[in-house]
C-alpha cells in the first residue's frame, strides 16, 4: 500500500508496483490532506480516543479494584452479571434505543459511553488488583486514607504496567471503531476517520481502478487515494506502540509465576 500510493499514475495502472515506489510523487497525499473531511475526521478521532481511553480507563479500573476486595458486599453476584455479559448482549436494536432514550444520537458521548467498559479488560485489572500486596492497603489505612485515597494515590501509582495495557486495548478499539458512528451519529460533522475511509475504500471517487484529475493537471488513481487514506489513518496509533512497549511487556504478564 505504501509503494502504490507513492507511485506514478502510469506504474499504477499498468500493475507494475509491487515492493518499491515507481516514479515517486506525493501528490496523492496532498489530495488526501486538502480534503476538509479528512482533517475534521481526524479530529474527531483523536478526541474519541482521548476522551474514550480516558473515560474507560477511569471506570474500569474503579470497578476492577473494587470487585478485587473479597470484603465487597455482593461480590459474587456482581461477578456473575459481568461474566454473562461475555456470552449475551443485550442486541444491536436495544442498545441503540437505550442510547436514544439517554439522548446521545449525534454527540461526541455517543462514541465513548456505551463501549465505555470491556468486560475481559475488567477481569484482566481484577485480576491485577488481586495480586496486589495487602500490606500496601494496609500502609494507607495507617496513614489514614480512605479507600478512595488508597485507589487515587497508592493503588493507581503501582499500577502503571497494566493502565498502559489495557488503555492501548481500548485506544486502539477506540480508534479504528467505526460501527458505532454508523449507528449513532448522523451529522457528517462527527464522523471519525475511520468512516470516511471505510466510504473511500467501498466507493472510492470514481470506481475500484479509476482515475480522477486533483488540483488541474495532477491525476490521482483511486486505489492510490484509497491506500494514501489508508495510511495516513493507520501512521498515529502504530507510534504510540514503541511508547508504550516496556508497559505492554510487564502488563502481558499478569498472572505469571511472582517471585
Known amino acids: 500500500m505504501i509503494a502504490v500510493s507513492l507511485s506514478g499514475t502510469v506504474p499504477v495502472l499498468k500493475g507494475e508496483v509491487f515492493f518499491w515506489p515507481k516514479e515517486f510523487t506525493l501528490n496523492t497525499y496532498a489530495a488526501v490532506f486538502d ?10 478521532t483523536i478526541v474519541y480516543t482521548s476522551l474514550g481511553t480516558t473515560t474507560s480507563l477511569l471506570v474500569s479500573a474503579a470497578g476492577a479494584y473494587a470487585l478485587s476486595k473479597r470484603e465487597m458486599l455482593f461480590r459474587s453476584g456482581f461477578m456473575v452479571m459481568v461474566v454473562i455479559t461475555l456470552f449475551f448482549s443485550g442486541g444491536m436494536i436495544p442498545t441503540f434505543l437505550v442510547v436514544r432514550s439517554y439522548h446521545l444520537l449525534d454527540t461526541i458521548w455517543a462514541m465513548v459511553l456505551p463501549g465505555a467498559v470491556s468486560t475481559w479488560n475488567l477481569i484482566v485489572m481484577r485480576t491485577f488488583f488481586s495480586s496486589m500486596p495487602q500490606e500496601v492497603e494496609e500502609s494507607g489505612k495507617i496513614d489514614g486514607l480512605n479507600d478512595i485515597g488508597i485507589f487515587i494515590r497508592l493503588v493507581l501509582p503501582l499500577s502503571k504496567a497494566i493502565l498502559a495495557t489495557i488503555g492501548l486495548f481500548y485506544g486502539v478499539a477506540i480508534w479504528n471503531n467505526f460501527f458505532s458512528a454508523l449507528l449513532y451519529l448522523r451529522d457528517t460533522d462527527l ?3 475511520q468512516v ?3 466510504s473511500m475504500v467501498l466507493q472510492g471517487s470514481g470506481g475500484a481502478n479509476g482515475a480522477g484529475n486533483i488540483g488541474g493537471d495532477s491525476i490521482i488513481v483511486d486505489e492510490s487515494l484509497k491506500y494514501a487514506t489508508i495510511i495516513v489513518t493507520t501512521v498515529p496509533i ?14 502481558a504478564l499478569i498472572g505469571s509465576v511472582k517471585g
Open 35 to 44: 480534503n476538509p473531511s479528512i482533517g475534521r475526521a481526524y479530529l474527531n
Open 196 to 198: 470516511i475511509v471505510r
Open 191 to 193: 464522523f471519525p476517520l
Open 238 to 251: 502504530l507510534l504510540v506502540y514503541p511508547f508504550l512497549q516496556k508497559y505492554f511487556a510487564k502488563g
